[in-house]
């Protein structure tokens, strides 16, 4: 196998680094945990393109030891050092490290806070379609059109100055625009006397508060003309302003509440002029149409000042408690780093100062829902002293008294824990994330670091990011105390990052971003509709049994360059689904066989909130049911995908079939028109070609058990051989190239059976292997799977397959043999796949109460019990099943979150 030979871009990963990954990735992660100063200048050495992603996977790695704040306190100390080396103006700005993190740190530990101070004025925002804060003349005529009507965008682009909400003729541009600025200041004190309510800033997280505290010690040695610009930096940049310009984005709405553009735009407006206000920065010459609003900014600096000192201030401190104590376990940093902690010696640094109350409120109580006019929507009650509501188009409205008030429910971190139990129904797993509070830090040690805790994809990012790294921390450690010798050397047994880094190909110079418009005819772009029609990723089949259209969404057939380019794709989607849905129609979406790519969604987030504008609202009015064919963690993807195309009620329309034959129920078997491959669909699995050493070319499904890499014949559904993870010697790969290579440990035993055999071939055969990939991120999948099930060997020891007795229905005994995967339990007949069953089809295991021998399994998709004989060890697998439906619930929730958040803010940008 000449091939196999390393050279040029050639990345050798060798068994030592998978087999030896759950010490050496444990190692790696002690070392950064306890060197803070190691990842103040791994920081400086990151490529840019690299950073956010960094600071998701540190604060990831930090908060699960409970180490997050004392890292973010040291980088806050760090960035202030360089202050006269670089300058004041470079402290803290966006494109730092420090800041990402803070940012990463508070969306995860703050949300709820958010939902609390600020959601329901936010709700109301987003609700009230007569709300209009345009004041730029530029785009006031325009905002007048709403994306929340029956109309498609051709047809309310016609309007021009039609207020649709309202139904009325806006005769008067000047008028119009300054009731849009009135109810724009007015919303602005609203958000701004909330925040600043003593009661809100009370109840607000002490993780948050301590970061502004830091930054306002530091702040006050370094640059102490700036302490509250640089506090509000950090608590309106970082923190509210995010929130209040894409709400949606930060979790701040309910889910079912969607933003219009007008909306949206609202946002916008209220975020710069409260960030201004924080950074007391009236607007000039750059958005002069801002410049009616600098009276706001005059008006409340001092109410501005005063806030940032409340909130960067300690509660908890006094003169023999220096502030932020128990931040870090001990001794507060500022004080070992010679920086005074008296709230006093920075708070003179502001225009004017409070104290903040030392205690968290009771939850507050709400209002009446209801008032002589009727019922008022919650959001409209702002406040239990009866703060009005203004009049949405008085030209005379005056901005109203602030309001001081504080409505809500206090949520504090409430983590929810694992089960305790092995599982009897999938249905009781819980796998929601958890935050962790100030009151767990000082009890956290890096001397009790479980590795596994830790998201493994978030572990080979961090290895891919170290190891590229590498030569420039070296040089710029140089003379520094810290050495890097123990990190060089975990990367040199680890080796090349089982992921690695692919970039996207980038448009031209000069190359815009596609436009979307209008679905379009003629020979635009007339290649790619061909490839559209050819690729039958969208297309209509035979009715249902109502006599409804039923439309297949074939996921693993989209590729990005198709949502690259919009215009066909659009017209497109046009002329296969706008006659028939008219009526009621059905979505079948087949994930089978499909994976969601970083570009993939990046592309879906960013032409999804374009598209949505053409589609008018039958497309999502009509829609009866979406039916997900194979679900997997990947199906929270689509269902982002699917929001912009469905009503609100969504959720109550998805149904999940595990089995393709349950879709009988709704349309006739004989008018199904799923691709055959779905219906013998093997979950997480790789088509690959197999290569032997003559050159011969065969198809095969790769599938990983918690130990051994399965080779099937996709005809048979039989599994040719089985090698054990351990006996793969080495694997060799290409930049650039689907191809891997892998070279087995060939045992005597195996060699004198290959040359008995009647078919002979080569001992080559035995201990090389090439796989043909269809692309690189299913090569590094398969790369990833095998550091992942080398990992988890290392708690994963119960044996994986079980001779057993399956009885059906009739009561017929067949011997069976049960194996267990990664994601499903396979039901063979000798080698021969019978069915397959994914952990996520089942609803639950039982022992049988009266005899040890039997187990019952329930599928999600039967309305009955299995029953199965096990001889002996039933206990024994029973446990085993319990263990790997946990384990794969809770992996498959934690991808669905990171899909989630992905989705969120990439839409977020884009939106």
Known sequence: MEDFTPGKGTMVFRRKAWMNSFTLYRSLVEYLITNTTFINTLSDVIDSAEADHFAKIIVSLYNTCGKALPLIKSMI?????????????????????????????????????????????????ATDASLNFEVDPRKAASSLSNDDSDMSLASSMSLSLYDQPSRMMVTDMGAFQETNRKQLVYYAQLLLDRITDPEVIAAMPRDIRAIAGYTAIAAHKHAPANVAPLVGGFIMLRYFTPAITCPEASNVLAADTAPTIRSKRNFVLLGKLLQNTSNNVLFGVKEDYMSSLNSFITGNKEKMLTYLTQVAADPLADASTPAWQDTDGGASVAKRSGLSTSTSSFSSSFSSSSSSPSHSPSPPSFPPTTTPGGPVPRANLIGHRGAPSPPPTSPVLEMPTPLHTATGILIGHRGQSAPTSPLVSSHSISASPSTTSLSSLASSSSDTIDIRSFDLQDLFELHRILDQSSDKLVQKMRGSPVTTDEILVILKDLGPSPKTKRT????????????????????????????????????????????????????????????DNVNPLVSHIFRVMDSAVNQGYNLVVDMSWASVSTELKRSVYTHLPKMARIFSRKYKKNVLGIYIVHPSAYTRAVVHFMRFFTSRKLKNKIYEVYNWKELTK???????????????????????????????????????????????????????????????????????????????????????????????????????????????????????????NAFKLNFVKARQEYRVVKVNQAGKHQERIFKLTCDSLLNLADTKIQSETSFAGIEGVTLDPHDADVLWMKLKAEPFRRKIICRGYAPQLFEVLSEAMLRYQQGNAYLERELNQDADELFGMKA
């Open 666 to 788: 709704t349309i006739d078997t004989d008018s199904i028109m799923l691709p055959e491959s779905s219906k013998d669909y093997i979950t997480k699995s790789y088509n690959v070609v197999k290569v032997n050493a003559k050159g011969k070319r065969q198809d095969r499904l790769v599938k990983f058990t918690s130990n051994s890499v399965l080779n099937i014949d996709p005809k048979t559904r039989r599994i040719q051989n089985e090698k054990r993870i351990e006996e793969i010697e080495e694997i060799a790969c290409k930049h650039g190239s689907p191809d891997i290579f892998m070279r087995f440990k060939v045992t005597p035993d195996e060699l004198a059976q290959k040359s008995k055999s009647l078919f002979g071939g080569s001992h080559a055969d035995l201990e090389f292997r090439r796989y043909v990939c269809n692309n690189e991120q299913e090569r590094d999948s398969i790369l990833q799977d095998i550091f992942e």
């Open 77 to 125: 100390f760090n960035e202030f050092s360089k202050v006269t080396a670089e300058g004041e103006g470079s402290l803290l700005r966006g494109n730092s490290m420090v800041s990402k993190v803070e940012g990463v740190y508070v969306r995860l530990v703050g949300s709820n806070y958010l939902k609390y101070a600020i959601g329901d004025i936010l709700t109301r925002i």
């Open 504 to 563: 996207r190909k980038q448009p031209a110079a000069g190359e815009e971003e596609p436009v979307v418009s209008e679905p379009i005819s003629g020979g635009v772009a007339e290649d790619m509709v061909q490839q559209l029609e050819r690729a039958r990723f969208l297309y209509q089949g035979p009715n249902d049994k109502e006599g409804k259209p039923v439309f297949y969404l074939i996921m693993n057939r989209i590729r990005v360059e198709f949502l």
